[in-house]
């Protein structure tokens, strides 16, 4: 499995993010690393309908741009063995969303769900995108708190830094 996050530089206004996932996706498909469209979906800017060959997936990423594929690269010994299939999943994700998404694609199953126990202990909730402050009920108490790194959000839970290579299963 291959995650690719695409965000800008800068905070910029989503419009500057429209169009990206379509320019991506039709290279791959003009080096002809595209095997199968599994999902196609938009959600910043405008909203366009996935096209009729996907396969209806759940995304939970309902405002981010997204492709869900499998690709394949030629092999080296192309003559001898024929290229290795990939799932690839690439987001486009607005800049201001982009360190809590990569803390979650980074992290194993095990260790996002206990970063998200001690987020909820201390009154967040840490979502695949943002974390907000919640209430005894668990219900949004507050809009999205801002961070702009990963670093950021280990900081607002009072926890050291772990980087992406330390995150499985610990």
């Known amino acids: 499995d291959v995650d690719i996050l695409v965000t800008t530089r800068e905070l910029q206004p989503m419009a500057a993010l429209v169009g990206i996932l379509d320019k991506i996706v039709d ?54 063995q024929p290229p290795l299939a990939r799932r690839l999943d690439l987001i486009v994700v607005p800049r201001t969303r982009f360190a809590v998404t990569s803390l ?11 970063l998200r126990i001690h987020a909820l202990a201390l009154g967040y909730k840490l979502g695949n995108d943002k974390i907000f402050p919640v209430d005894d009920l668990g219900l949004p108490a507050g809009p999205p708190v801002a961070v702009l790194t990963e670093a950021d959000v280990f900081d607002l839970l009072g926890l050291p830094f772990v980087p992406p290579t330390w995150r499985n299963n610990s």
Not at 104 to 114: D, E, V
Request: hydrophobic share 40%; charged share 20%; no cysteine.
């Open 104 to 114: 979650y694609f980074t992290g194993s199953a095990m260790f996002n769900r206990l």
């Open 27 to 80: 290279a791959l498909y003009e080096l002809d690393y595209v095997e199968a469209t599994l999902r196609k979906s938009y959600g910043i800017g405008t909203r366009k309908q996935p096209s009729r060959n996907s396969l209806s997936l759940a995304v939970e990423h309902e405002d981010f741009d997204v492709f869900f594929g499998v690709v394949s690269l030629p092999s080296p010994l192309s003559h001898l």
